[in-house]
């Protein structure tokens, strides 16, 4: 190691007691803290409280799949397509993508570079597998949604980047420079999931011309950099236009590997359809990975996805209408917390800009309660939020920074506009009765 060498983060679960029944990843990997959170939220509200769930990346009540996608589900289950689809996906739906990217994103992918999974998930653990081996570094900007379990997976070097709203909690070609020269991936998610910014043409422009740079330095010597762009919520923006990386610097294309998939733009997280575009030897790698493990998305699923994205004129009309329910909500949120900030409340709140979160601030530490109790920590305010004020909410420590600063993630997915209504004056009166 030389002096130079940035320093790896240890993951949060690697001190963990060794079993010695299980395999040290089993002891180690820690399970989703949103999901814990979810819990405590979930047994409230099977006690009758009425909570307002702003935990889940997941969607509720009015928020459903498009009917005609539900409808072809159901006939390609009746016509029987329930065997084994191919382990890189259903022809028809590699075709469907390459189109779709084509069409929409000005993206020149063959097929036979595009990979289908059950979401998003196993397509971004099987990519991982396919290009990092066991030490190789990975960089990811913090907060991020679940980089550091993968990176554990893979038994890969965690290097998590600390971003804030200066740079919309993007990495920049600056502050990811001292980190190039030791890491195989560099993985970035626009919009982001936390907190729902995106990342700017300039930036990311720069961040691929130095990935290119660096693997033109690397050519022949040392394996490259990959980049990864997980754009799960392209489809879901906000005044603010979605950018990737090929478009910008073609010469990226080599090393890129899109994430992406129908669950968080059609509202359907539980058909599990996912699908990837890269260079067409990472895909059939990833393919036999993931062919191992059977992480197919279901036929009827992946059919009827292809034939719902064949049809711009459907899928347009129904982003059109669900991003209008979504972003109301947002900016609802929004106004409401421009409002407390203005009353002199310690709250803040970052402009919506695409996807279905709001970064959301609660600086509340130190503060005391009606009864008493001083809020120590974030874990704390959370709680205050939760038990008094019936509003979940998930602290950035959930996505890996270490001190959150009274930055949540607030998601609109599971909420109702009438939830909404009732829960931002009790927020509201919650924040005030501290002192
Ligand atoms: C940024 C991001 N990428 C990927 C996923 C996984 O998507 P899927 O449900 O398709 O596995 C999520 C889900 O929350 C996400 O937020």
């Not at 240890?10 to 999901?35: H, K, M, N, Q």
């Not at 895909?283 to 719902?308: D, M, R, Y």
């Not at 038990?387 to 997915?413: I, Q, T, Y």
């Amino acid at each position: 190691m030389t002096a130079t060498l940035p320093h790896p983060a240890v993951y949060a679960g690697a001190d963990a007691p060794v079993s010695g029944r299980l395999s040290a990843l089993a002891d180690t990997l820690i399970g989703s803290e949103v999901l814990k959170i979810a819990g405590q939220v979930n047994a409230l509200i099977a006690q009758g409280e009425a909570v307002a769930n702003f935990t889940v990346g997941d969607f509720a009540g009015d928020f459903g799949l498009p009917q005609t996608l539900t409808d072809g589900i159901v006939r390609h289950y009746r016509a029987g397509a329930t065997n084994y689809p191919p382990s890189s996906g259903m022809p028809a739906l590699r075709r469907a993508v390459a189109d779709f990217f084509q069409r929409e994103l000005g993206l020149d992918y063959r097929p036979e570079e595009i990979l289908v999974a059950g979401g998003a998930r196993p397509l971004i653990y099987g990519f991982y597998r396919a290009v990092a081996n066991a030490g190789d570094g990975v960089l990811y900007p913090v907060p991020s949604w679940n980089n550091n379990h993968y990176v554990h997976m893979v038994g890969g070097t965690h290097y998590p980047l600390p971003t804030g709203p200066e740079t919309n909690y993007m990495p920049t070609a600056e502050t990811l420079a001292p980190y190039l020269p030791y890491v195989s991936i560099v993985f970035i998610n626009s919009p982001l999931n936390p907190t729902g910014t995106m990342i700017s043409a300039e930036a990311l422009e720069r961040i691929c011309k130095a990935v290119v740079e660096e693997n033109r330095r690397r050519a022949g010597t040392k394996k490259p950099v990959w980049l990864f762009y997980d754009q799960i919520y392209w489809m879901l923006t906000f005044g603010k236009t979605h950018v990737h990386p090929v478009a910008l610097v073609p010469e990226i294309r080599p090393w890129c590997v899109y994430i992406d998939g129908a669950s968080k733009a059609l509202a359907a997280t539980g058909i599990r359809v996912g699908w990837a575009a890269a260079p067409a030897d990472a895909t059939l790698a990833a393919s036999n990975i993931l062919g191992h493990v059977g992480a197919w998305a279901p036929k009827p699923e992946q059919l009827a996805v292809a034939e719902f994205l064949d049809k711009p004129n459907e899928l347009h009309g129904f982003l059109c209408d669900f991003k209008t329910k979504i972003e109301a909500r947002l900016q609802k949120i929004y106004a409401a917390f421009q409002n407390m900030k203005n009353a002199g409340l310690r709250v803040d709140c970052i402009e919506p800009q695409g996807g279905i979160y709001l970064s959301v601030r609660f600086k509340l530490r130190g503060m005391t309660t009606p009864d008493g109790r001083v809020l120590a920590d974030d874990e704390d305010v959370r709680n205050y939020l939760l038990v008094e004020g019936k509003c979940a909410f998930v602290p950035f420590s959930a996505f890996g920074v270490k001190n959150g600063d009274g930055w949540f993630r607030l998601s609109v997915g599971g909420v109702s506009e009438t939830q909404l209504d009732e829960a931002l004056p009790r927020l509201q009166n919650v924040v005030q009765k501290l002192a």
